[in-house]
């Protein structure tokens, strides 16, 4: 299948702020200027660079025009939340380390309410951006009733979330935490980093309507990569 017109641009764009063609702080091209480089039309050039403002990689002014970011990317927290979004994140790929299933007491992390012995998948994943550097390491623990079938998914795509969704789990509710933490030697060796550095850790845990957690995924960030934040229109508040 074809790759989408907006994918195709956002990756144009892409190719040229990690070329240093276009700089932190450049101004992009606008919308009209979009369609007439690259003959495609105004909702195909907004698309793109909403895209890439919701990357990470642009910071879109009203009257103002979109501008390359620094080289901190910054995410909205809700985008983590809602399946839609999530499955975008930053450009670029997973890598697994590691796959299996496990007793949830042997688990790279505790899944709340499961019993010592059940069974659950375990996921470890590294996030690479497009020039093949660490961003973050993903560590999942799902039970293994809710998807017993997820191993046998393309995992360097997998957006669990989603994908729970897809079999009709019903997710009732999603939530996001934050932690101070420091790195210790395996992830420091995983992050391309320094043990003993702080960072960020973002722990997501998903209940069904009876408050069964049915997957905790643990973000670790790599030191001095990326900034968070959570938007709100001005009528939500």
Do not use: W
């Amino acid at each position: 299948m074809a790759e989408p017109l907006h994918e195709q641009l956002r990756r144009a764009l892409e190719g040229r702020i990690h070329a240093g063609d276009l700089a932190p702080g450049a101004r992009l091209p606008t919308e009209k200027e979009l369609c007439e480089q690259y003959g495609v039309s105004r909702p195909t050039a907004q698309r793109a660079l909403n895209d890439l403002a919701k990357a990470g990689l642009a910071v879109r002014h009203r009257r103002h025009g979109s501008f390359v970011a620094d080289s901190v990317r910054r995410f909205n927290l809700l985008n983590f939340v809602v399946p839609e979004t999530a499955g975008k994140g930053v450009p670029g790929r997973h890598e697994v380390v590691s796959a299996r299933v496990v007793r949830a007491a042997d688990a790279v992390h505790p899944l709340p309410g499961a019993e010592p012995d059940a069974a659950v998948i375990e996921l470890v994943r590294r996030k690479l951006d497009l020039l093949e550097r660490v961003q973050s390491v993903e560590k999942h623990v799902v039970q293994f009733a809710a998807a017993p079938d997820l191993l046998d998914q393309e995992l360097e795509e997998l957006v669990t979330l989603g994908h729970l969704r897809a079999r009709g789990v019903e997710v009732d509710t999603v939530r996001l935490y934050l932690d101070p933490v420091v790195l210790d030697e395996r992830d420091a060796r995983l992050l391309d980093s320094t043990p003993g550095t702080p960072t960020l850790l973002r722990r997501r845990e998903l209940r069904v309507p009876d408050g069964t957690v049915i997957e905790v995924v643990k973000t670790l960030v790599r030191p001095g990569t990326a900034e968070f934040f959570v938007e709100l229109p001005g009528s939500a508040v």
